[in-house]
């Protein structure tokens, strides 16, 4: 059996860090042509030189570096056959303390750009003709989330009915479209949020692992291998699907 992203070219929106950064490494390691976007250019250029992916400096909050970053790959690549959206802000609001300001920040990052850059990769691939794969990168907070979550919550909510909702739309033009709602996991971003907005201590990481089913915080490697399989031919004729990466079950009552 051979790499299973052998014969394709791979953009992975965020993927300077986190979650976008494990998907390159996978995808890279699959066999995949990988470009990944991030607003930092000497983290994004520090990542490319160690994974031999390439880095196209854009910011997902404006919409037309979103659709620039797509163009831009299948410029340098004639084509564009599967998009990852993993670019997102999780900075802390409830729906008392929330400003416009915030509220549009988590929109502009964790919605519209996702919306866009969609665009500009199905726009690609039904000119084309092509088959293709889009991966979202939600959060298991879109099923309603922790009171300081609210503006993340709202965009990401949005991020799962705009998942289905294109899914659907482009069945027929054999583009596959799933989600994938992520729980607590150890990332950089995390380590900065805990000790940002939580007052977290070097501990942080075992007691969150204490409070977890599993006993630990999910892993970025294993996010990214199941990314990769939902990109894949392996994962079949699966589309819409927003599946909960979680150790929590939902709806699930004690």
Request: charged share 20%; glycine share 14%; proline share 3%.
């Amino acid at each position: 059996m051979g790499p299973l992203l052998g014969d394709r070219v791979v953009l992975v929106n965020g993927g300077s860090q986190g979650v976008g950064a494990g998907v390159v490494r996978a995808a890279v390691r699959e066999g995949a042509t990988v470009a990944f976007t991030g607003r930092r250019a000497e983290l994004g250029e520090r990542f490319a030189a160690e994974t031999g992916a390439t880095y196209v400096r854009a910011d997902l909050a404006d919409p037309a570096q979103a659709r620039a970053g797509v163009e831009r790959v299948v410029a340098a690549h004639g084509r564009l056959d599967c998009l990852v959206n993993a670019a997102g802000l999780t900075s802390r609001g409830t729906l008392l303390d929330t400003t416009p300001e915030l509220f549009d920040a988590h929109i502009a990052v964790n919605l519209r750009g996702p919306f866009f850059a969609m665009q500009a990769a199905v726009r690609h691939l039904v000119d084309r003709g092509a088959p293709g794969t889009v991966v979202n990168i939600i959060t298991s907070s879109a099923h309603g989330g922790q009171p300081f979550l609210a503006p993340y919550v709202a965009a990401k909510a949005g991020l799962t009915g705009l998942t289905r909702n294109a899914a659907h739309a482009h069945r027929w033009d054999r583009i596959r479209i799933n989600g994938l709602n992520i729980g607590w996991t150890d990332t950089e971003g995390e380590e900065e949020i805990q000790r940002t907005f939580h007052g977290a201590g070097d501990d942080w990481r075992e007691k969150a692992a204490g409070s977890l089913p599993m006993g630990r915080l999910g892993q970025v490697d294993e996010i990214a291998d199941f990314v990769v399989f939902l990109l894949s031919d392996r994962s079949g004729v699966v589309t819409g699907s927003v599946v909960d990466w979680d150790q929590t079950v939902f709806g699930g009552l004690d």
